[in-house]
């Protein structure tokens, strides 16, 4: 990361019966996006209101180009005014569309002239052209949420800050405003703050991660570490890894470690010492399900000793196939359980079912381990 | 029943005849409820707003007391108003007693509160999270102040109305401090007490009439004004 436009350290806000956020360090790169992930009431939106001044922390440091910003005093509207936050819900004014996505040029004394040609941009790419006279009242929610990102997005700020801007939408016009609001956030290249609880959103956007929960920040990397290499169990489940497995290393041979589990064994790509108790985290895509029926070059588990490089082959029997529409999600049970995502067309080729004894195979680099 | 034409009768000969005590009354009303109206519009919105807006220690003691003096008696303001004014009251000085300046004084004691009341609950009804968004693109403290009273300004004449409707039709308080004294501070709700006194009803009916058909105008006149807003979005939501 390069020049940081945010830095936060040792923020801290205690709501009394809820809960604490309690962030030790957070940063955002200039010209980045960030993604902040995490579930529900895990502090993000609060998050937000603080770097936005719109509350206020008990302690801590919030550092906006340079400067302490907590410590601005009668500043503070100027600070505010250099970010632009759109949050869940579209939070539209009685007035036309036209008036409320130039609300904020007008707060701010910016001339409508000065940003015409950013005005024009985003009602084309947001497809507002035809509800520019109309009151917000009679739009749709996601219509209202283009509005509302086009009213910060026209102010052109130094941070923008999104709360989960498409949460509150319905699946298809989501669909629809996330190609369109992903597309011009890369087009106008800004720092960003993306919060969300999706982590397709944030594979799809970020440059920079950031996992939050319960107040804390679990795990802060690139879009491919956190993803792959996840700090610890909550981070991995939340990023989508199912198959999470305890074991002792036993052994470690040019950085392959031989993980002992309930009997048998898996080889992952780590440096962990024989002896240290780890968590071993294999994506299900990472996984290959091999059965004795399948024929053909390249396929079966004859073929597979033959032709693959990956150090791990299991067997077990299928304990459940729960479909997940364009997928289904297969459940192996090889002394422990190991989670693999096979299309339809796998399912009926290879007659797989629950009961079917299955091979499974991935590679010692697949498995992520972390101290348990 | 034949009173009640009478006095319906007698309404528009003295309206049409130009008597000149009625229309002395008449806009004795209009411009003493009219000035406190605007004088309660002037302290009852914004505080309406400030304490529906803002949240501080003692908010709901405030609350309370604007509540509260919804529901003030106008023969209570009128003695309040009375007490201080009398001439050996602290502000006797003034010589204001039995004049309109004292009628308008406990007209506003009367209608502040009430506007005050009716625009705080209607600020409180308006999503706070646009106070936030607000702030959030860069509102200075009076710009959110008159962002959110643009949310809330349809229930606003209500409150307005409200408060004419609660100095045009009393009687308690501008008659203990005006003294409905002919030709100076008599107006339409004194007028018909005194011609009911005097056992002219068909009097007292044609003022009441007067006093109702300005009360229905004014209100009219609010009303068109609201609902061209509410059809000006319904409209639009048809396009």
């Known amino acids: 990361m390069g020049r940081q436009i945010l830095e936060i350290k040792n923020l801290k806000k205690n709501y009394p019966g ?37 509350e206020e922390p008990d302690e801590g440091q919030i550092i906006f180009n340079g400067a302490d910003i907590l410590k601005s005093g009668k500043e503070k509207p100027l600070y505010r005014k250099m970010m632009a936050a759109v949050f869940q819900e579209p939070l539209l004014y009685n007035m036309s569309v036209y008036n409320n996505i130039i609300l904020g040029l007008n707060l701010r004394k ?39 990102l086009a009213r910060s997005l026209v102010l052109e700020p130094e941070l923008l800050l999104l709360d989960e801007p498409l949460a509150n939408i319905d699946q298809l016009s989501r669909e629809g405003l996330r190609k369109d609001l992903f597309g011009v956030l890369k087009d106008m290249g800004r720092s960003i703050l993306y919060v969300t609880h999706d982590r397709n959103e944030a594979m799809m956007l970020a440059d920079y991660i950031s996992v939050i ?13 956190v993803f792959t290499k996840p700090a610890n169990e909550f981070v991995a489940k939340f990023v989508g890894i199912e198959s999470l497995i305890e074991g ?6 040019d950085n392959v470690c031989r993980v002992k589990i309930n009997g048998s064994s898996i080889f992952a790509v780590s440096g962990f010492c024989p002896g240290q108790a780890v968590t071993a985290a294999i994506r299900p895509e990472d996984v290959t399900l091999y059965s004795d029926e399948t024929v053909g070059p390249g396929y079966g588990p004859d073929s597979y000793s033959k032709n693959s490089s990956a150090l791990n082959l299991l067997e077990g029997s299928i304990s459940a196939v729960q479909d997940f529409g364009f997928f289904k999600k297969i459940e192996v049970d090889c002394g422990f359980k190991l ?11 290879m007659g797989l079912m629950a009961g079917k004894r299955i091979k499974a195979s991935f590679k010692a680099s697949s498995v992520h381990l972390f101290e348990k | 029943m034949d009173l009640i034409w009478e006095g319906i009768k007698q309404a528009f000969e003295l309206l049409l005849s130009g008597n000149r005590e009625v229309y002395e009354i008449v806009l004795l009303t209009i411009k003493v409820s009219g000035i406190a109206v605007i004088i309660s519009m002037i302290a009852g919105i914004p505080v309406g707003l400030a304490v529906g807006l803002n ?11 604007i509540n509260t003096g919804m529901g003030l008696p106008p023969v209570a303001a009128g003695l309040l108003v009375a007490v201080f004014l009398w001439r050996s009251g602290p502000f006797g000085f003034l010589q204001l007693m039995y004049t309109p300046t004292a009628m308008v004084i406990a007209q506003v ?13 209607a600020i409180q009804q308006v999503n706070p999270s646009l106070k936030t968004q607000a702030l959030s693109l860069g509102a200075g403290r009076w710009q959110v102040l008159w962002i959110m009273a643009n949310e809330a300004k349809l229930p606003t004449l209500a409150a307005v109305m409200a408060g004419f409707g609660g100095v045009i039709s009393e009687v308690g308080a501008v008659m203990m401090v005006g003294g409905n004294i002919k030709g100076q501070t008599r107006v339409l709700t004194t007028a018909t007490v005194q011609f009911v006194r005097m056992g002219n009803l068909a009097m007292a009916i044609a003022l009441v009439i007067i006093l109702l058909a300005l ?25």
């Open chain 2, 55 to 65: 949240d501080f220690k003692g908010k709901r003691f405030v609350v309370s007391i």
């Open chain 1, 339 to 349: 989670i693999s995502f096979v299309t339809a067309n796998s399912i009926e080729r």
């Open chain 1, 213 to 225: 929960n319960k107040g804390k920040i679990e795990q802060s990397g690139s879009r491919a570490d």
């Open chain 1, 18 to 54: 809820a809960f604490d956020l309690s962030i030790d360090s957070f940063s955002i790169g200039s010209d980045t996006t960030c993604v902040l992930i995490g579930p529900n009431g895990s502090g993000k939106s609060t998050l937000i209101k603080l770097i936005n001044l719109l």
């Open chain 1, 248 to 253: 002792i290393v036993i052994e470690n041979k």
């Open chain 2, 109 to 121: 004691l009367i209608a502040a509160p009430i506007i005050a009341g009716v625009t705080l609950a």
């Open chain 2, 215 to 239: 009360a229905f105008a004014v209100n009219l006149v609010l009303t068109l004004i609201q609902q061209k807003e509410n059809k000006s979005w319904a409209g639009r939501f048809l396009r």
């Open chain 1, 110 to 148: 910016i001339k409508i002239k000065e940003k015409k040609q950013v005005f024009d941009y985003l009602i084309e790419k947001l497809h507002l052209e035809k509800l520019l006279l109309r009151n917000p009242k009679s739009l749709s929610g996601g219509e209202q949420q283009r509005v509302s």
